[in-house]
């Protein structure tokens, strides 16, 4: 029960954490910018991780489901004239609609075979994306989508036309996502999940409908990475295909593993790090992309486990440290 | 539809010239993969190195463009033992770190290509480039046999090494059950630093041979990557006949595609198949089906 008790505090903690961010930044619209930037892709990232990281599936194709949800609720808004949430609504559904699609022929493949199959799936909605001129817009995609309304919830107005306010509305999804995460994890279905990573073979024998787990999550993920696009391309009031080509399917596998696949915290550490970081730093010179590339390399090799990964072993050594001391100490 | 016995033609020529190249890095792969079991997702910017390496070369050794191609492959050896070494030995088992650690790679390898030559694309002028061969109404450029004469080479070669020597022989034993391998005296450590030399010289050979046809650039490589990646999925990830068959049919099939669609779409065509193709032979055209594999 104190497990618990402390888990609950943590979590109150968290939240309370996300949201006071946005009453310490209120005078700085850029690090608002940044920071709302950041929740938008800790959502598909959160999204990856509960394949990659809980259910052991690579998906190199996930930003493509984001595209799905970003587009579906950009043309909604754009041209259906509908309101925000419903579009983002939408755009949720359509996504997981499409990872049901997908996931119903690809998920019967397994390891290597799965992995470079959702790179060309990845691939070929990107294609589609750009080439689509008189659904997409095309290459040069669909901007000028609306601002959304006002929310009015009584007490107070949320405008998410300020910063704050859809700094404010973009911290509820994601909270609200990383509530999912949590619970999903600490369920008897994620238990089932974690079967399925550790040995498939095993979790079929005991009784595990290896098949339907994994499709009903490939499908909530690719929801949830419909959802962080459909945000996005509300927040950035522009959808281009650029923002889901394979470089950025393979960016969000990034922010996913080195933040720490398999961690709660890893894929929103992991979004600070890989959107906020080089917002702040502005990257884009060659020298620092390549100092990029060394560091992402050292880490492959040094930090098998992710950065999450290994600041959990940092304090675990720390721990072990301080009790052999104090054993020292007391003999 | 109104397409000409020439334009077939023609596009089959380019197809079996672009599938020579995916040929080659698909056959660099499917080694790695089947011995190593890594994906090198950064096998493209290897391809990549061997097109800047044979400008290189070209411009400021000797003009002896057969030569530089040779020296080329040399060099890429090299790195290949390298990458080896440094990287992928110990990320064996770590599918996901392999990722990491291939995009750190493209990452440090293209922008140190932009730092050391410019940003804009290098064009590299061979002779075989500016003369034409005709054949009834058809003209390709003598690169374009070139390339297809040089992939057959290289495949020749690389099947005698295969089955003719003991290091071959070694290569195959390691690939097929690494455990026995090691029990009847195979070295896997250099087994996986030969593969990796010979995967990489072959990358090296496609960029060297495609870099005068199209322009040299960071990005050369992505694309031949990815329909490498693509040709051994078709093969079965880890047949070598079904590397070369898948190879050459994606390049023969894309170009083609061009005169029935959009050249946007050419791409997706391949991608498209691929997923087909897995949806009927999950385990691929020419592979063999594993229990709890596929």
Request: one cysteine or more.
């Amino acid at each position: 029960m104190r497990a618990r008790a402390t888990r609950l505090t943590a979590g109150v903690l968290f939240a309370a954490i996300v949201y006071l961010l946005a009453w310490a930044f209120d005078h700085s619209p850029y690090v608002l910018f940044a920071l709302t930037l950041t929740l938008c892709y800790a959502i598909p990232a959160m999204a990856l991780n509960l394949l990659l990281g809980y259910t052991g599936l690579v998906s190199l194709g996930h930003m493509g489901f984001a595209g799905i949800g970003a587009y579906v609720t950009a043309l909604l808004m754009k041209k259906g004239g509908l309101a925000f949430a419903p579009s983002l609504l939408a755009g949720t559904l359509a996504a997981g609609l499409a990872g049901v699609l997908v996931g119903v022929p690809c998920l019967r493949l397994r390891g290597h075979f799965f992995i470079i199959v959702t790179l060309a799936v990845g691939i070929v909605l990107f294609l589609l994306f750009n080439n689509l001129d008189w659904l997409t817009g095309g290459a040069a995609g669909l901007p000028g989508i609306p601002r959304p309304r006002s929310i009015d919830l009584g007490v107070a107005v949320l405008d998410p036309r300020r910063p704050v306010g859809f700094y404010l509305a973009a911290a509820t999804i994601f909270l609200l996502v990383f509530a999912i995460q949590y619970g999903l994890v600490h369920s008897d279905f994620g238990r089932s999940l974690a079967a399925i990573r550790q040995d498939e073979t095993l979790a079929a024998s005991r009784g595990v409908d290896v098949f339907a787990h994994k499709l009903a999550i490939f499908a909530l993920s690719a929801a949830i990475a419909g959802l962080g696009g459909g945000l996005l391309a509300v927040f950035l009031r522009a959808v281009a295909p650029q923002s889901f080509g394979f470089l950025e399917d393979i960016n969000l596998v990034l922010i996913v593993i080195v933040g720490g696949a398999g961690s709660l915290f890893g894929p929103t550490l992991g979004a600070l790090l890989f959107i906020a970081l080089p917002e702040a730093l502005r990257i884009a010179d060659s020298v620092r992309m390549l100092l990029f590339g060394l560091a992402l390399l050292a880490l492959a090799l040094l930090a098998p486990r992710g950065l999450w990964g290994l600041a959990l072993t940092a304090a675990q050594r720390l721990r072990g440290a301080q009790s052999a001391v104090s054993h020292a100490e007391r003999s | 539809m109104g397409v000409t016995l020439t334009a077939l033609l023609e596009q089959i020529a380019n197809g079996t010239m672009m599938g020579a190249i995916y040929v080659l890095v698909a056959l660099g792969l499917v080694l790695i993969f089947g011995v190593m079991e890594v994906l090198n997702f950064a096998h493209g910017v290897v391809f990549m190195a061997g097109g800047y390496a044979c400008d290189f070369f070209f411009v400021h050794l000797f003009g002896n463009y057969p030569a530089v191609v040779i020296l080329t492959m040399l060099t890429l050896a090299l790195v290949g033992l390298a990458l080896e070494r440094a990287v992928f030995r110990r990320l064996r088992v770590n599918v996901p770190m392999q990722i990491v650690a291939s995009l750190g790679l493209i990452l440090m390898a293209q922008n140190a290509a932009v730092l050391l030559f410019g940003p804009s694309a290098l064009q590299l002028s061979v002779p075989t480039v500016h003369s034409l061969i005709r054949v009834g109404d058809l003209s390709f450029t003598v690169q374009h046999v070139v390339v297809i004469v040089a992939a057959v080479a290289a495949i020749v070669l690389l099947q005698a090494f295969l089955h003719w020597t003991k290091l071959g022989i070694a290569l195959r034993a390691t690939s097929q059950n690494p455990d026995a391998a090691r029990v009847v005296g195979i070295d896997p450590d250099r087994i996986y630093r030969i593969t990796f030399a010979v995967s990489c010289a072959l990358a090296g050979l496609g960029g060297a041979l495609l870099g005068p046809l199209f322009l040299i650039s960071p990005q050369m490589g992505d694309l031949p990557m990815l329909k490498g990646l693509t040709a051994i999925v078709l093969g079965g990830m880890g047949s070598i006949p079904g590397a070369i068959i898948g190879g050459l049919a994606i390049g023969i099939i894309e170009a083609v595609s061009t005169l029935f669609i959009s050249t946007d779409y050419r791409d997706m065509v391949v991608f498209v198949i691929l997923i087909a193709i897995l949806l009927v032979r999950p385990w691929g055209l020419f592979g063999v089906r594993v229990r709890g594999e596929a």
